[in-house]
C-alpha cells in the first residue's frame, strides 16, 4: 500500500512501509477494542504534543457510529497515532484517509498499522489539515464519517465545519464528528449544517454534525 505524504506547501513524498526509516520506540498504552484487530496493543506518544483519544471516550464514539462503519470511506483528522482511523479499519471501514501535520504523528501512525498488519484500505497525508483536505476537495473525494480530534485551545471549528460541509468532502449521509473540551465554543449550525447531539464524559465531548433536512 502506497502511503503518499504530503508537506504543508503541497509537494510529495511517497513513502512505502517497511521502508528504512527508523521506528523510534514509544511505549505500548493503548488497544484496538473490537473488530479484526480487536486486543492489539497501540503505540502512544511520548510527549504531551499529541494527545490521543481515551479508550472510554473512543468506546462511545464506536458505539454510536457502529454498525454504520462497515464499508464505509472514514477520514481520521489530527490523527496522532491513528488510533481512531486504525480502530475504524479493524470494524470494517473500507478505507481510512489519516491526517497529521507532526513528524511524531506521522511516525506513530505508519509504526501502529505495521504493529496491527494494516498493509492496504488506508492513505497517510501530512500536512496541516485545510492543506489536506483542499487536497481531497481537488481529487473529488468523498467521505461517509470525518472524525477530527484537534489541539487544545484549538479555535476554527467553523472554518472546518465549512470545509467539509460546502465542498462536497461530505455528502448527504456523512456525519463530521469534533471530539473537544467541554468549555470549547463549538458550532450549534451553519448554513448546510447542523449539530445533531453531542456527547460529554468528563472534560471532553463528542459533537456529531450533519447536513440539514429541509425546513431545518
Given at each position: 500500500?502506497?502511503?503518499?505524504?504530503?508537506?504543508?506547501?503541497?509537494?510529495?513524498?511517497?513513502?512505502?512501509?517497511?521502508?528504512?526509516?527508523?521506528?523510534?520506540?514509544?511505549?505500548?498504552?493503548?488497544?484496538?477494542?473490537?473488530?479484526?484487530?480487536?486486543?492489539?496493543?497501540?503505540?502512544?506518544?511520548?510527549?504531551?504534543?499529541?494527545?490521543?483519544?481515551?479508550?472510554?471516550?473512543?468506546?462511545?464514539?464506536?458505539?454510536?457510529?457502529?454498525?454504520?462503519?462497515?464499508?464505509?470511506?472514514?477520514?481520521?483528522?489530527?490523527a496522532g497515532t491513528g488510533a481512531i482511523g486504525i480502530e475504524a479499519l479493524s470494524r470494517g471501514a473500507r478505507q481510512v484517509v489519516f491526517v497529521d501535520s507532526s513528524r511524531e504523528g506521522c511516525r506513530l501512525i505508519r509504526e501502529n498499522l505495521e504493529l496491527c498488519g494494516i498493509e492496504s484500505g488506508f492513505r497517510l497525508l501530512s500536512s496541516d489539515v485545510f492543506t489536506a483536505l483542499r487536497l481531497l476537495v481537488r481529487e473529488g473525494f468523498s467521505a461517509d464519517i470525518l472524525f477530527m480530534d484537534p489541539p487544545y485551545q484549538w479555535r476554527p471549528y467553523r472554518d472546518l465545519l465549512e470545509v467539509c460541509f460546502r465542498t462536497g468532502l461530505?455528502?448527504?449521509?456523512?456525519?463530521?464528528?469534533?471530539?473537544?473540551?467541554?468549555?470549547?465554543?463549538?458550532?450549534?449550525?451553519?448554513?448546510?449544517?447542523?449539530?445533531?447531539?453531542?456527547?460529554?464524559?468528563?472534560?471532553?465531548?463528542?459533537?456529531?454534525?450533519?447536513?440539514?433536512?429541509?425546513?431545518?
Open positions: 500500500m502506497l502511503i503518499r505524504k504530503v508537506n504543508i506547501q503541497g509537494s510529495f513524498r511517497e513513502w512505502w512501509p517497511h521502508s528504512s526509516i527508523p521506528i523510534r520506540h514509544s511505549s505500548i498504552d493503548m488497544r484496538v477494542i473490537s473488530g479484526q484487530f480487536r486486543g492489539r496493543k497501540l503505540r502512544g506518544p511520548r510527549g504531551a504534543e499529541i494527545r490521543p483519544t481515551g479508550d472510554r471516550l473512543k468506546e462511545s464514539l464506536f458505539n454510536i457510529l457502529d454498525p454504520s462503519i462497515q464499508g464505509t470511506v472514514f477520514v481520521d483528522v489530527f461530505a455528502h448527504g449521509n456523512s456525519r463530521v464528528v469534533i471530539e473537544h473540551d467541554r468549555k470549547a465554543e463549538v458550532p450549534e449550525d451553519g448554513e448546510d449544517y447542523h449539530r445533531a447531539r453531542t456527547v460529554r464524559q468528563g472534560h471532553k465531548c463528542l459533537s456529531f454534525y450533519g447536513f440539514k433536512s429541509p425546513g431545518i
